[in-house]
């Protein structure tokens, strides 16, 4: 039944999506809600949040507050958290209820840069859409809003996009990316959306960006439009698949551009197929053919709880749903569906 979802846990919103880029970069973080959406993001959606504290609060608003667009009294709290934190620049983020009755994100914007005298940014996330298309509104703001576009190259400095959280296939990954990519030769990693701000406005020196999940891929043609820096879809780190491939046909179910290097690591160990499937943003640039965009749990059912496929590899959430699956099933956790990464028990 369309809709109806009776197996699988609902996935990180967007929300969400949009708090996990901007959670290091030194900002006031503002979810425009009444209390619950930013509560889900820091107890669920936030792996990092009983580890590294942000500056991500809930507007608090009352329900007319809201309905009446009382826009006032978010911009006055605003102004009373930034007397007592040193931020860099302010963000407000969207939710269903100011989605539902229209706010006007720029006027938001406009009123609360005349009063704090930061950059602020509104960003028209809803709810409705799924961590990626938050990850993608936040990048292309972060860029827009603070690249400088003149900056020179520095020789040998690779950029990456797409280091979020919910994305990565494990917890310590970006450690291991940087790392890898040091090895491969470049000197310099800058990793958008962690650490600070400042390696955003420094994006245009970079010679090559490299692009981990499906949600950067945007951000990175406005880079290559404007700083005329070249891109590249690409997992640099991955985990060894403890299981035997060899001739056996495979589904793999997570993000694209992990799912695709995962694919050919498969491949490369002797797999016959591999297939991917995804919830998410398909680019039909990085598409196989017989690559599977899932809309709903029952699409997910018909193509992965029977014995087309010998191994399945995704998060161990999905298993609920698989009655009738009798191959192996390898465990890869993704935080945006069930809120694990690799290093939890």
């Excluded at 009444?34 to 009983?50: H, L, M, S, T, V």
């Excluded at 690249?147 to 979020?164: F, H, L, M, Y």
């Excluded at 998410?280 to 990085?286: C, G, H, R």
């Amino acid at each position: 039944m369309k809709g109806l979802w009776k197996y699988i846990s609902p996935f990180a919103p967007d929300q969400a999506g949009v708090s996990s880029v901007l959670y290091e970069l030194g900002g006031i973080v503002v979810i425009c809600d009444a209390g619950g959406c930013a509560g889900n993001i820091c107890g669920f959606d936030e792996p990092r949040w009983f580890g590294r504290r942000s500056a991500v609060f809930s507007a608090g608003l009352r329900d007319m507050d809201a309905v009446l667009g009382r826009d006032d009294r978010l911009v006055d709290k605003l102004c009373e958290a930034a007397k007592t934190i040193d931020a860099s620049f302010a963000a407000i983020i969207g939710t269903p209820v100011p989605a539902v009755i229209g706010t006007d994100y720029r006027a938001l914007k406009r009123l609360a840069e005349k009063r704090l005298h930061l950059p602020v940014m509104a960003i028209d996330s809803s709810g409705m859409d799924f961590y990626d298309t938050g990850i993608e509104k936040a990048y292309a703001e972060l860029f827009r809003t603070f690249t400088v576009t003149d900056r020179p190259r520095r020789r040998r400095t690779v950029g990456v996009i797409g280091a979020s959280p919910l994305d990565l296939l494990r917890a310590d990954d970006v450690t291991a990316i940087t790392a890898a990519l040091k090895k491969a030769g470049w000197q310099d990693v800058l990793i958008y959306g962690r650490g600070s701000l400042d390696v955003i406005e420094e994006a245009a020196t970079a010679e090559k960006n490299i692009v981990l999940s499906p949600a950067g891929l945007k951000s990175a043609a406005y880079l290559e439009r404007y700083c005329n820096t070249p891109y590249e879809a690409a997992y640099p780190v991955l985990p060894h698949l403890d299981c035997a491939v060899k001739g056996r046909t495979i589904l793999v179910v997570h993000q694209q551009v992990a799912a695709n290097a995962l694919r050919q690591q498969l491949l490369d160990r002797g797999a016959a197929a591999v297939t991917v499937a995804t919830w998410f943003t398909l680019a039909p640039q990085l598409a196989a053919a017989g690559d599977v965009a899932l809309r709903e749990e029952d699409d997910f059912i018909a193509l992965a709880d029977c014995d087309r496929f010998d191994v399945i590899v995704g998060d161990s959430f999905f298993k609920r749903g698989l009655k009738h699956f009798h191959g192996t099933f390898v465990d890869v956790p993704h935080v945006a569906i069930s809120g694990r990464t690799a290093t939890d028990d």
